[in-house]
């Protein structure tokens, strides 16, 4: 069955500065990969996802995923943080060809200070 | 008008009591997912359903049972609650799968049990 590890359950960064987060996943198959965002007292939504067409990958609100094969991972960035960026992240992999149930990473939470 | 409602929104009960939580959905998609999130577990799945009579356990399901009462409608059971399920919980969906590309989940708002 497919893993995926987020490093660091809590990140924090000064607003403006890069954002980072890290999402590594076990598989041999590159799978589909997805990273999606929870704000305080709200459901998840997509964020981005990795299906195989690009392996830079362009979400909402600024953020991107690059997907690296050799190193099983699948970072998502942004170049400035901004206030309203504060929330829970979370990373998902499903396997191709499965049942596609997707597997969830434990989630970061991302912490902007002005 | 939200796309996957999930009612009651916030619920307290006792041990032992018998706890349903709904969910419905207006999108169309076939495959339903329920998820309980705790702090620091992420997400993690109890129960899913590919279609209305597809129903299928996840990682977590002891304690719980589902009803696909229709393509828009999934519910969770608790038969008798116990204070370990105090938790928020998620229904999710997303359309089959076609021509190899995998779809995303739409969740819920979310439901936040508290089992005293």
């Known amino acids: 069955a497919q893993s995926v590890t987020q490093l660091g359950s809590h990140v924090s960064v000064s607003e403006g500065a890069l954002v980072l987060l890290r999402c590594n996943y076990s598989?041999?198959?590159?799978?589909?990969l997805f990273w999606y965002v929870q704000y305080p007292n709200q459901g998840l939504q997509l964020l981005l996802k990795?299906?195989?067409?690009?392996?830079l990958v362009k979400g909402i609100n600024g953020f991107e995923a690059e997907f690296k094969k050799s190193e099983t991972s699948f970072h998502l960035t942004k170049p400035s943080a901004h206030m309203s960026d504060a929330a829970e992240y979370f990373c998902a992999v499903s396997d191709r060809g499965g049942s596609y149930i997707p597997t969830f990473g434990r989630g970061t939470s991302l912490i902007v200070h002005p | 008008d939200a796309d996957v409602t999930q009612t009651p929104r916030n619920r307290i009960t006792k041990t032992g009591k018998r706890i349903m939580l709904e969910c419905s959905q207006t999108k169309g998609h076939d495959r339903m997912y329920w998820y309980r999130q705790d702090p620091g577990l992420g997400l993690r799945l109890i129960y899913y359903?590919?279609?209305?009579?597809?129903?299928n356990k996840g990682e977590i399901s002891d304690g719980y049972s589902v009803s696909r009462q229709a393509q828009a409608k999934f519910s969770l059971s608790l038969e008798s609650a116990i204070p370990n399920q105090t938790a928020l919980y998620f229904c999710?969906?997303?359309?089959?799968?076609?021509?190899?590309?995998?779809?995303?989940?739409?969740f819920g708002p979310g439901t936040r049990l508290t089992v005293l």
């Open positions: 990795y299906t195989s067409a690009a392996t």
């Open positions: 598989s041999s198959v590159p799978p589909y």
């Open positions: 999710a969906t997303s359309a089959q799968p076609s021509g190899g590309f995998e779809n995303e989940q739409f």
């Open positions: 359903s590919f279609d209305v009579k597809d129903i």
